[in-house]
């Protein structure tokens, strides 16, 4: 059954919040940039984007990360932190492919591959605009993904 958007996405400020097992189709993904869109004309300054990849997940297919690249390039974003969950050789290359793809593959945005949250939120608020409305990130984003991800 296709997922809806509020099950693979959410947002806070001008932050959006993904979690990715590599089963998100072209679709899916479809529906979360109508709410991305959204999300951009109420901050023209950019969105920060913080994908967790849970442990464990599948790397997704071609469509999808074609779909990803086009879409991340149509919204606009300033910033892009990874957090790859877990430990082990599988995690490590994880973690490896993304730095890669950071560093040999020119974006519009900026990218940080790490294994924690915190540690990806604090990157965030060092890359995007100033925001008054952006205060306690760490706070917020934990909550998000607790409420919203964490069930």
Same mark, same amino acid.
């Given at each position: 059954? /296709?997922?809806?958007?509020?099950? =693979?996405a959410?947002h806070? +400020?001008?932050?959006? !919040?993904?979690?990715?097992n590599?089963?998100?189709?072209?679709?899916?993904?479809a529906?979360?940039?109508?709410?991305?869109?959204?999300?951009?004309?109420?901050?023209?300054?950019?969105?920060? +984007?913080?994908?967790? !990849? /849970?442990?464990?997940?599948?790397?997704?297919?071609d469509d999808?990360?074609?779909?990803?690249?086009q879409m991340?390039?149509? !919204?606009g =974003?300033?910033?892009?932190?990874?957090?790859?969950?877990?430990s082990?050789?599988?995690?490590?290359?994880?973690?490896a492919?993304? @730095?890669?793809?950071g !560093?040999f593959?020119?974006? /519009?945005?900026?990218?940080?591959?790490?294994?924690t949250?915190?540690?990806?939120?604090k990157?965030?608020d060092?890359?995007?605009?100033?925001?008054?409305?952006?205060?306690?990130?760490?706070?917020? @984003?934990? *909550?998000? @993904?607790?409420? @919203?991800?964490? *069930?």
């Open positions: 059954m /296709p997922r809806t958007a509020a099950e =693979i959410a806070w +400020c001008d932050l959006f !919040i993904v979690v990715d590599g089963l998100v189709t072209a679709a899916e993904y529906r979360v940039e109508t709410v991305l869109d959204a999300q951009r004309k109420r901050y023209p300054g950019g969105l920060g +984007c913080l994908v967790i !990849i /849970p442990q464990g997940s599948a790397p997704p297919p999808v990360r074609e779909y990803l690249r991340l390039a149509r !919204i =974003i300033k910033a892009l932190a990874y957090v790859v969950e877990g082990g050789f599988k995690v490590a290359t994880v973690r492919v993304l @730095v890669g793809l !560093i593959q020119k974006k /519009p945005y900026v990218t940080h591959v790490t294994t949250i915190e540690d990806a939120v990157w965030l060092t890359k995007m605009p100033p925001n008054a409305q952006r205060k306690n990130p760490l706070v917020e @984003v934990e *909550r998000v @993904v607790s409420q @919203v991800f964490r *069930r």
